[in-house]
T-cell receptor, first 108, second 115 residues
Framework: RKEVEQDPGPFNVPEGATVAFNCTYS??????FFWYRQDCRKEPKLLMS?????NEDGRFTAQLNRASQYISLLIRDSKLSDSATYLC?????????WGAGTKLIIKP | NAGVMQNPRHLVRRRGQEARLRCSPM?????VYWYRQLPEEGLKFMVY????????ESGMPKERFSAEFPKEGPSILRIQQVVRGDSAAYFC?????????????FGAGTRLSVL
C-alpha cells in the first residue's frame, strides 16, 4: 500500500459545479498535511495547509479526518482556471510524502 | 524576496554527456529538495539536503546521479553519462525547516532533454 494515495482521475466537471477529492495516508504518525496544485508543465504551488480538523479559503475547503486517515479538498463554484492536477502531501517524521495527484478538468 | 531559482530552464544533452542543474533556494532557506517528474507522471522525490549535508538520498538512482549543497553557492544536481531515460523535468524546492509546519516552495524547474 502506498503511503499517500489519490484517485488519479481525471475528474471532468462542468463549470460552476462542486468537486471533492480524497487522499488517504497510511501512517498514523502523520503530523501535517498540504494540498498543492500543479498546472501543466509548471511547478507545484501551495494551495492550502491543513493543520487541524480543516480550514477554508474562499471557494476551497480542506478537511482532515485523523481517525479514518484521510484528507479531502472541496472546490465550490468551480472555474475554468481550476483545471490542474491537485497533489496531496503528508508530513511524516519531518519528511514530506507526495501523492501522485488528481487531475481536474473543468469544462465550460 | 526572490523565489527559488533554477537554471537552466531548458537543457539539451547528447547521450553520454554530463548534465548539471543548479538551484538557489529562497533567501533564509537552508533546506533543499530535488524531485524528478517524467511526462504524465507525478513528482518523485530524489534527495534532501541541508548546507554541506545530504539528509536523505533514498530517491536517488544508485549510479550516475549526485547532489550537493555547498556552504556557498547553489545546490547542484549532477547527472553523469546521461541516457534518454533521464529526460524529465527536475524540480528543486526549498524550505525554512520549520518541522511539522515546514512548507516547500518550488522553482520553475529544469527540463532536460537527452538526444
Amino acid at each position: 500500500r502506498k503511503e499517500v494515495e489519490q484517485d488519479p482521475g481525471p475528474f471532468n466537471v462542468p463549470e460552476g459545479a462542486t468537486v471533492a477529492f480524497n487522499c488517504t495516508y497510511s501512517n498514523s504518525a502523520s503530523q501535517s498535511f498540504f494540498w498543492y496544485r500543479q498546472d501543466c508543465r509548471k511547478e507545484p504551488k501551495l494551495l492550502m495547509s491543513v493543520y487541524s480538523s480543516g480550514n477554508e479559503d474562499g471557494r476551497f475547503t480542506a478537511q482532515l479526518n485523523r481517525a479514518s486517515q484521510y484528507i479531502s479538498l472541496l472546490i465550490r463554484d468551480s472555474k475554468l482556471s481550476d483545471s490542474a492536477t491537485y497533489l496531496c502531501v503528508v508530513n511524516i517524521n519531518y519528511q514530506l510524502i507526495w501523492g501522485a495527484g488528481t487531475k481536474l478538468i473543468i469544462k465550460p | 524576496n526572490a523565489g527559488v531559482m533554477q537554471n537552466p530552464r531548458h537543457l539539451v544533452r547528447r547521450r553520454g554527456q554530463e548534465a548539471r542543474l543548479r538551484c538557489s533556494p529562497m533567501k533564509g532557506h537552508s533546506h533543499v529538495y530535488w524531485y524528478r517528474q517524467l511526462p504524465e507522471e507525478g513528482l518523485k522525490f530524489m534527495v534532501y539536503l541541508q548546507k554541506e549535508n545530504i539528509i536523505d538520498e533514498s530517491g536517488m538512482p544508485k549510479e550516475r546521479f549526485s547532489a550537493e549543497f555547498p556552504k556557498e553557492g547553489p545546490s547542484i544536481l549532477r547527472i553523469q553519462q546521461v541516457v534518454r531515460g533521464d529526460s524529465a523535468a527536475y524540480f528543486c524546492a526549498s524550505s525554512p525547516g520549520l518541522g511539522v509546519r515546514d512548507i516547500q516552495y518550488f522553482g520553475a524547474g529544469t527540463r532536460l532533454s537527452v538526444l
